[in-house]
Every structure is written in structure tokens, then in C-alpha cells.
T-cell receptor, first 111, second 114 residues
Framework: DGGITQSPKYLFRKEGQNVTLSCEQN?????MYWYRQDPGQGLRLIYY???????QKGDIAEGYSVSREKKESFPLTVTSAQKNPTAFYLC??????????FGSGTRLTVV | SQKIEQNSEALNIQEGKTATLTCNYT??????LQWYRQDPGRGPVFLLL?????KEKRKERLKVTFDTTLKQSLFHITASQPADSATYLC?????????????FGTGTRLTVIP
């Protein structure tokens, strides 16, 4: 079945530590996105990529980094510069004419 | 900056009734608008897309309207069922800003009471 796989489902980060969230899709979509969701707030865009080896900052890119070396993969690194990383992270992909397909999310908690 | 307001944070209705959710936006004219369903702890699931030149779109028990003059979309679920209980998100495209992504509202949590 086609879809998006995010891993891990739960992730714990210590202060000052970088962590990487995985996102893989087998839908052959060109575009991929990372959103952050906090209680009472809408999804906020962190980064997005329209094609391999290219990506753009979203509204809240500070403290995050991404790469797009393969069409299927769009990992997100939460760096120590992100001061409030505890949130629910959602990866999505899309084709031009359809809605987004989201993964099941990664819940990141700072301990 | 863009702003989306979805009607109350929470909406409770009786099973069998029609649920109507509202999405109002300002400071932008989207080429299309999308609606998603999100269950707790899960990613959103795409439901419907409506373009600016379409007044209404239907899919089974779902109906979406799009009024570009009022800058409003209405999302209706007819013959609602307890299984329809979820948070529903409205999202606008950002193509006309030069960005190729969606801007999401905060959502309305719908509870259908048996």
C-alpha cells in the first residue's frame, strides 16, 4: 500500500541534543513537507521540498534542518538551537492535483 | 499575514443531524481550499478540495461550499454519526504568495452524540 511512514512514533530528546525524525514515502510524490502541531494551534510549516536536492524554509524553520537527497525521503533534524521542540511533528507529501497525504506523526518530548 | 478562523473550537451535535463547520479567511485569495479530518494522535486525512471557481463540492455525506466574496467555506456532514467525531481542519493554498504549501486553520473539534 502507498503511503508515508514516519519514525519513530515517540522520541525523547535531552537538552542540547540533536535528533532526526524520519519520513519516507512510496507515493512517487515530488513535494514533501514538515509541519509542527502544538495544542490549540494550527499546523505550522517548518520546511518543504518541491524536488530532490531543493528545499525552502517555512514559517518556523529556525532550529530545524532538512535534506532531500532522495525523492522518497525527507528527514527533519531538530537541533539544539530549537528552544521549544516539544510538539507533534507531521510529514506530508503531495501531487499537484490532490490533497496532502500525511504520516502518522512523531511526538517529540524534551526530557 | 494570512489568518484562518474556524468557528468554535468545539461543536456538539445530535446523531442524525447535519453538522456545519465554518472556515473564514482574511488577507488572501486562495486558488483552492481543502478540508481534512484529524483523529487524536494521528495525522490529518484529506477529505475534499474545492477550487475558487467552484461554488459547491460533494462527496457522499460531505458537502463543501466556497464563497470567495465572503472569504468563507462551509463544511457540512449530513446524517452525522458518532464515527464522524474528530477535528476538522480547513487549509488554504499559498500559491499566489509564491509559496507552494498549505496554510492550516486550528480546526474545529466535532462530537456527534448518540
Amino acid at each position: 500500500d502507498g503511503g508515508i511512514t514516519q519514525s519513530p512514533k515517540y522520541l525523547f530528546r535531552k537538552e542540547g541534543q540533536n535528533v532526526t525524525l524520519s519520513c519516507e514515502q512510496n507515493l512517487n510524490h515530488d513535494a514533501m513537507y514538515w509541519y509542527r502541531q502544538d495544542p490549540g494551534q494550527g499546523l505550522r510549516l517548518i520546511y518543504y521540498s518541491q524536488i530532490v536536492n531543493d528545499f525552502q524554509k517555512g514559517d518556523i524553520a529556525e532550529g530545524y534542518s532538512v535534506s532531500r537527497e532522495k525523492k522518497e525521503s525527507f528527514p527533519l533534524t531538530v537541533t539544539s538551537a530549537q528552544k521549544n521542540p516539544t510538539a507533534f511533528y507531521l510529514c506530508a507529501s503531495s501531487s499537484r492535483t490532490q490533497g496532502y497525504t500525511f504520516g502518522s506523526g512523531t511526538r517529540l518530548t524534551v526530557v | 499575514s494570512q489568518k484562518i478562523e474556524q468557528n468554535s473550537e468545539a461543536l456538539n451535535i445530535q446523531e442524525g443531524k447535519t453538522a456545519t463547520l465554518t472556515c473564514n479567511y482574511t488577507n488572501y485569495s486562495p486558488a483552492y481550499l481543502q478540508w481534512y479530518r484529524q483523529d487524536p494522535g494521528r495525522g490529518p486525512v484529506f477529505l475534499l478540495l474545492i477550487r475558487e471557481n467552484e461554488k459547491e463540492k460533494r462527496k457522499e455525506r460531505l458537502k463543501v461550499t466556497f464563497d470567495t466574496t465572503l472569504k468563507q467555506s462551509l463544511f457540512h456532514i449530513t446524517a452525522s454519526q458518532p464515527a464522524d467525531s474528530a477535528t476538522y481542519l480547513c487549509a488554504l493554498d499559498m500559491i499566489r504568495t509564491g509559496a507552494n504549501n498549505l496554510f492550516f486553520g486550528t480546526g474545529t473539534r466535532l462530537t456527534v452524540i448518540p
